[in-house]
């Protein structure tokens, strides 16, 4: 049978961080439920940081096993034997998981995918940030040598060398260059970028494949109530700030903020006095959605490159155009004056003036960006389009060990 028409029983791993799920979670599940829709049978294999225990102790220990856990690699050949999948597909296995999930599916002669969400393999913080700035100092070389000097991981020396550690050992071994059959990236961006790096693997083994989401449906521009949204984690890499310095300048406009984490009191107490600015706090996707429906668009002000976030998706997905910082999946992702704007990251000024222009185009009650955002989300971003996508990956790897052991 065609292996592109045949049913396949797919293994997914995945490892959880200890921190609540973000967009890596988010994509796991929609292609899991994508795949078990269309009849394929599929298990998910989850390993978790919390495992390793806190303190100090803690993370020795999820640094040294990050190199190769063998509790994981007797996990991984127990769940081969009893699933004997056809194909395994990693998203995360950062820590606990580990490569050792990779090379035990190698040598039991699975054929491996494995979806690169960051550019954790050659950056010790897998942002290529630091100091809020884009940084690409550790790009070329095997050790992150300055991830280490700069405490690029959690301001620590020990756990810097240990995250490049990691990816070091298994570039030297050549478990990136030899174990996996394909990585997929969600963005054209991350691609150029690893081929650039000391990742060392053939550009035909890494394949662009976008996220997707479900369709909510959209509402057309002239619906639109009075306010700006932002949605995501409140963290200095998301450029929180940039957009607040941005609304006190610009007392007409309502913003609302949706979204938790470690800058949020912080930017409240900076920030909270500002009468047309609203911290909604954590809501869940229908919420999210309405609002995405209900607002004028969507402002995305990252700092850092991103992989391709799925909250633009999400906005596209609605009709709601983005108006984002002019790099990295952001600027692979929003056409300027297309589907969104672009603006300078990190500039407020730039922010203000673009704000001005997407006004103009509502008082002229132009709405072809809206139109357009949601064409974008139809062609690029849809359950189908990933499905055509995901499966021809699946078909090539799948359909070339199946000749090679004919």
Request: some cysteine; charged content about 25%.
């Amino acid at each position: 049978m065609d292996p592109i028409n045949r049913k396949l029983r797919i293994l997914f791993i995945h490892n959880k961080y200890l921190q609540s799920a973000g967009g890596e979670d988010t994509t796991l599940d929609a292609e899991v439920a994508l795949l078990e829709s269309k009849g394929h049978t599929v298990k998910v294999l989850f390993f978790d940081n919390a495992s390793m225990g806190g303190g100090v102790i803690g993370k020795i220990k999820a640094g040294l096993s990050s190199i190769y856990n063998i509790t994981s690699s007797r996990v991984m050949i127990e769940n081969i034997r009893r699933f004997r999948p056809d194909l395994i597909h990693v998203h995360n296995f950062f820590f606990t998981a580990s490569p050792s999930v990779i090379i035990e599916a190698n040598r039991q002669k699975i054929p491996v995918v494995v979806t690169l969400h960051n550019f954790r393999l050659v950056c010790a913080n897998s942002l290529l940030l630091r100091n809020n700035r884009p940084c690409e100092l550790c790009i070329t070389h095997d050790f992150p040598w300055y991830g280490v000097k700069y405490r690029c991981y959690h301001n620590s020396v020990v756990q810097s060398a240990m995250v490049g550690g990691m990816a070091a050992v298994h570039k030297w071994i050549g478990t990136w260059k030899n174990k996996v059959d394909i990585f997929i990236t969600p963005a054209n961006f991350i691609k150029q970028k690893l081929l650039a790096s000391s990742l060392n693997v053939a550009s035909e083994k890494i394949i662009v494949k976008r996220h997707f989401v479900e369709d909510p449906g959209a509402s057309p521009g002239s619906a639109r109530s009075g306010y700006y949204l932002f949605v995501g984690r409140l963290s200095p890499e998301k450029g929180v700030d940039v957009l607040l310095r941005a609304w006190r300048k610009l007392q007409d406009e309502r913003l609302i903020i949706v979204g938790d984490g470690p800058e949020k009191e912080q930017l409240v107490t900076q920030f909270g006095n500002l009468p047309n600015v609203e911290f909604k706090g954590k809501k869940p996707r229908e919420e999210v959605l309405r609002l995405m429906k209900e607002c004028r668009a969507l402002v995305f002000p990252s700092i850092c490159y991103e992989g391709l976030p799925i909250t633009i998706i999400e906005a596209f997905s609605t009709g709601t155009p983005v108006i984002g910082s002019a790099m990295g999946a952001m600027q692979e992702m929003i056409s300027h004056e297309k589907n969104g704007l672009l603006f300078s990251p990190g500039s407020e000024s730039d922010l203000v003036r673009k704000l001005s222009i997407f006004g103009d185009y509502l008082k002229k009650g132009d709405y072809s960006i809206y139109e357009n955002a949601r064409k974008e989300y139809i062609a690029l971003y849809h359950p189908d389009r990933c499905y055509e996508s995901v499966l021809s990956i699946y078909s090539r790897i799948t359909g070339r060990k199946m000749r090679e052991h004919d």
